[in-house]
T-cell receptor, first 113, second 115 residues
């Protein structure tokens, strides 16, 4: 069965600082991996996805994530945080057939001015 | 292009009452998903439709929950009767197909409060 673990339910960074949100997956076969962002009172929006092409994936709003099979990780980064990045971030995993899709418990990002 | 539309946005009911949520997916999207998101948690899949067929409803509590997508377009999720533990945000999403690489587009959700 697929699952993802997001380390740190709350992360605070200063404006302009590096953003690092952690995600580890559990799967016997490298799955497809996704990062979604959820702003208050809004639905989830896809930031980026890994589908077995390039291991470094670039997404919207300056975010990127790197798939590391040896570490079973798919951490999300952004070089310089903006106030507008404050939101809830979810890592998700899908098996290759699309039969299973699971979200992590989320990480709330706070950006301090 | 319109995104996924859900209504109502908010619903407050007393326990044991019925409630229904409506979702209209993005035009042309064959796959529709209903998720439940509890406070402080990630969304959990309740049911997935491929056109009008429910292809995965293993996580749907069938004693009180039901869903339909009669013409393969919009969908309704119903709870009858509602319990206190059903308080959550119910999210609808759609994608072009059931392929695992297709992006799921989410609606804003319906926030249900059961008193």
């Amino acid at each position: 069965a697929q699952s993802v673990t997001q380390l740190g339910s709350h992360v605070s960074v200063s404006e302009g600082a590096l953003v690092l949100l952690r995600c580890n997956y559990s799967s016997s076969v490298p799955p497809y991996l996704f990062w979604y962002v959820q702003y208050p009172n809004q639905g989830l929006q896809l930031l980026l996805k890994y589908t077995s092409a390039a291991t470094l994936v670039k997404g919207i709003n300056g975010f990127e994530a790197e798939f590391k099979k040896s570490e079973t990780s798919f951490h999300l980064t952004k070089p310089s945080a903006h106030m507008s990045d404050a939101a809830e971030y979810f890592c998700a995993v899908s098996d290759l057939a699309g039969n299973q899709f699971y979200f992590g418990t989320g990480t709330s990002l706070t950006v301090i001015p | 292009e319109a995104g996924v539309v859900q209504s109502p946005r908010y619903k407050i009911i007393e326990k044991k009452q019925p409630v229904a949520f409506w979702c209209n997916p993005i035009s042309g999207h064959n796959t529709l998903y209903w998720y439940r998101q509890n406070l402080g948690q990630g969304p959990e899949l309740l049911i997935r439709y491929e056109n009008e067929e429910a292809v995965d409803d293993s996580q749907l509590p069938k004693d009180r929950f039901s869903a339909e997508r009669l013409k393969g377009v919009d969908s309704t999720l119903k709870i009858q009767p509602a319990e206190l533990g059903d308080s959550a945000v119910y999210l609808c999403a759609s994608s072009l197909s059931v392929s695992s690489t297709d992006t799921q587009y989410f609606g804003p959700g319906t926030r249900l409060t059961v008193l």
